[in-house]
């Protein structure tokens, strides 16, 4: 099976170019010098196409094919880096000399001897493009089209939106690395807008991961996709404009983790640190949250959006604890950055594709279950809000300020959720804000699998989760001042 | 490897012959339109850091278009590689999906009539005659000066120059053809400053076709030293209701929601808050924003659209009433109106402003809050909620009085837009929107 995997990426990568892992090893030679302390190839062929039923009308399909060798040289903290959409060693080699320019001394030097590296077997290899029939993906938006319409009057527009990649990569590196993954990925996207009396909201609900369409026609998922983007636009109709001001936040399970991605999961990034620029810098051993969390980036969870067999660089992935009952533990790492900070590769090396270069990024982050019945934690709260769903984020990591805006939530008053409010963004420090998480419930859940974080201008998958968390106090920003 | 070597020997011929072998393909296998488009990038970047080069990286990318009709079906398929085996799956690829998809009355390539005839040079393409090595002892430098400004800034996150050449073709089945050449350098410079123990990030940075319109390096790194130190130790407010000036750096952020609500996209799918409002008042009185696809050396300069219909230089806004939707031919033809030449967007758009600088501005507002920063998506087109992470600066008295963070802004663009007070004329040229710092009326703050 394992092997099946390098023979094909090889079949796919290598021999076109005319290479094999043995003319790899020279190749790879011919990178280093005397002041070269590490050199990658990463060769990757990447397919990818989407469909859109939107109104009524499978609207077009589209499809991407890429294929294309970057090629890495570090001397120190230095990087060199070219790339080229060709693979046919000519090109490689050009992008090879350019790439060395970075380093101040000629020549060629040995690699380590390449050997094969297993990773994890966390997904099949299978192309998600071919496993279902084209006429299959469009009877799937078509009976989600047809639910969604169904469920309420109010419903105008229905958008189904499905779409599948497949990366088949391969790494070879002067620390003697060769590894190879096939990486399936899927998504479903459903969007609704729902009319009344002359106002007009909106509804999402999607998910996905590393698989195949099937996993969107077994059971009732088609439904209860429609149902759930149906629900999310109907409660928007009856919400009032959110409250503004400093209260008790308590965060539903699943997605509004995109709060441990922004507020800790960026400053724990290995460059951030070894820059000094993160306000995590220099606090392993610290404590940076309550006592009631504990928080791990795990890529080795089978099938999940975040996970990968290998990172960019070849590492395995591995379930990392970044902080343990409050404590900070370690950072993620890549390999030129733990070089560096003289730590070990963490499976965090990430990169969007051949034409970007590797750095330090997030796989599935979450926040481990804690002692407290979900319930229990909201009765808590006398005047505060419930957030439930949220449509992403951003953090500053110099300073460690978070921002994420809520789509689905409500207000608390007196231990019960009672009015749905929308437009609630939720500002706070990083540094300070999981010092007041009071409560952590037992209900961990990830979320469904549509996650994409970008640092850097590169994009990648991601997945979060968490239990329900009750943030002692957090600034809502809503329009409504109670004035 | 010199970068300034001339893409144009490079690229002319063979791009326009990728794109015009790809339609004839595409009508070989029996679609009766197409169109491709092919962009080439070429060129480097590096970046300096605390002394040294931390990154080089060369640029060398090819990005190839198609789309095709069979009637009105309609598949886009794009991919990298541009060798003859490559060029036909790509079309037998297009025409398969375009088989499956469905018929859409609105599909199809812009009227033939429309495709622009008359293709200006509007002068964007300037080589820039610098070696890598040559940026990067010029970033040390500028680095070095700009660490010794103050003993606060601790470090910079990075100073990087760019220089890029781009060849772009597109072409239809109608028979046009549009070739361009251009090139984009840029300069930016991020630092990191600390007091009390307390780390604050600001930047500047510069774009501009010719590497004689940017700003230099020096200058940037100077600005960015600025910036940061005037953040060190910012303040938190207290939740409040008062006047919003967007500087000029954030304040093209906000006009673009306004373009995106005004797009046919939004507009035919109903959600946008700005439906049915042509020749409606949208805006104050005293706003008109212009399009200038024709402006020479512009960022988003172009003769064609991006379906080769010619564009046309015009107000959008005229003294506060809606002009134009912003309409590609198929969302024109949803709406059942003409394209206004918009597929890709709106290019190079100049909102009026005030002969007075930022400065007076601040004095006009009185009281309230200077946005330098924004984070965050709070923003639905839908409705025109607007909820945003914020920082900038307190002003009483007509003053800069100290810097504040960890805030939100929240309002409804609506009345944002119809309640736009003053526009300053400290305009940002870096980006497609040129606007000076803009004055709100009012905006909720929340803050604790």
Known sequence: ?483 | MGVAQSIIQQEKDKTKAIAAQLIQLSQKNGATQAAASLLVNQGFDITVRMGDVETLTYHNSKAIGLSVYFGQKKATVSGTASDEQALKEMVEKACFIARHTQEDSCHGLADAALMASDIPDLDLYHPWDITPEQAINAAIAAEKQALMIDPRIKQSEGLDMASVQSCAVYANSHGFIGQKFATRHSHSCTLIAEQDNHMERDYDYSVARDPDDLLSIDRIANNAARKTIERLSPRKLTTCRVPVIFAARVAGGLINHFLSAISGDNLYKKSSFLLDQLNQVVFAPHITIDERPHLLKGLRSSAYDSEGVATKERAIVANGVLRHYLLNSYSARKLDQQTTANAGGARNVFISHSDHDLAALIKKMDKGLLVTDLMGQGISILTGDYSRGASGFWIEHGEIQYPVTELTIAANLKAMFANLVDVANDIDDNGNIHTGSILLESMTVAAG
């Open chain 1, 1 to 483: 099976m394992i092997n099946d995997l390098l023979k094909q990426a090889e079949h796919t990568l290598l021999e076109p170019a005319e290479l094999s892992a043995s003319k790899l090893q020279k190749v790879l030679d011919t990178m280093m010098a005397r002041d070269i302390d590490q050199a990658d190839l990463y060769f990757q062929q990447s397919s990818s196409e989407s469909w859109r039923l939107d109104d009524g009308i499978i609207k077009s399909g589209s499809y991407n094919s890429s294929r294309g060798v970057g090629a890495r040289i570090i001397s120190g903290e230095k990087t060199g880096f070219a790339y080229s959409d060709e693979l046919i060693l000519p090109q490689i080699e050009q992008s090879i000399q350019a790439a060395k320019r970075i380093a101040r001394y000629g020549g060629s030097d040995n690699a380590q001897q390449l050997h094969y590296l297993f990773g994890h077997q966390l997904y099949a290899g299978d192309n998600p493009l071919k496993t279902v029939d084209d006429s299959d993906k469009i009877a799937l938006m078509r009976q989600i089209e047809k639910a969604a319409y169904g469920l309420d009057p109010r419903v105008k527009r229905v958008t189904v939106a499905l779409s599948a990649e497949h990366d088949v990569v391969l790494v070879a590196a002067s620390d003697g690395t060769l590894a190879a993954d096939i990486r399936p990925l899927v998504r479903l996207d459903v969007m609704v807008i729902v009319e009344e009396n002359n106002r007009r909201e909106q509804g999402y609900y999607g998910g996905g991961g590393r698989f195949d369409y099937s996993f969107f026609q077994q059971s009732d998922r088609a439904s209860r996709y429609a149902q759930a983007a149906v629900r999310e636009a109907l409660i928007k109709l009856d919400a009032k404009p959110a409250p503004a001001g400093v209260m008790p936040v308590v965060l539903g399970p699943g997605w509004p983790a995109v709060l441990l991605h922004e507020a800790i999961g960026h400053g724990l990034e290995a460059d951030f640190n070894r820059k000094g620029s993160s306000v995590f810098t220099n606090r392993i051993g610290e404590r940076i949250a309550s006592p009631l969390c504990t928080i791990v980036d795990d890529g080795s969870l089978p099938n999940r959006r975040g996970s990968l067999n290998i990172d960019d660089e070849g590492v395995p992935t591995q379930c990392t604890t970044l902080v343990e009952e409050g404590i900070l533990k370690t950072y993620m790492q890549d390999k030129h950055n733990a070089r560096l900070m003289k730590a070990t590769p963490t499976g965090n090396g990430r990169r969007e594709s051949y034409a970007h270069l590797p750095m330090p990024r997030m796989t599935n982050t979450y926040m481990l279950a804690g002692p407290h019945n979900p319930e229990e934690i909201i009765a808590s709260v006398e005047k505060g809000l419930y957030a439930v769903n949220f449509s992403g984020g951003q953090v500053d990591i110099t300073n460690g300020k978070f921002v994420f805006s809520a789509s689905e939530a409500y207000l608390i008053e007196k231990g019960k959720v009672t009015q749905p409010v929308k437009g609630a963004t939720l500002i706070g420090d990083g540094a300070e804000v999981l010092r007041k998480i009071s409560m952590v419930g037992d209900d961990l859940k990830l979320d469904k699998g549509v996650g994409t974080c970008g640092k850097q201008g590169q994009s990648v998958p991601v997945g979060v989760g968490q239990p329900t968390l009750l943030v002692d106090e957090l600034i809502v920003g809503g329009t409504e001042t109670g004035e």
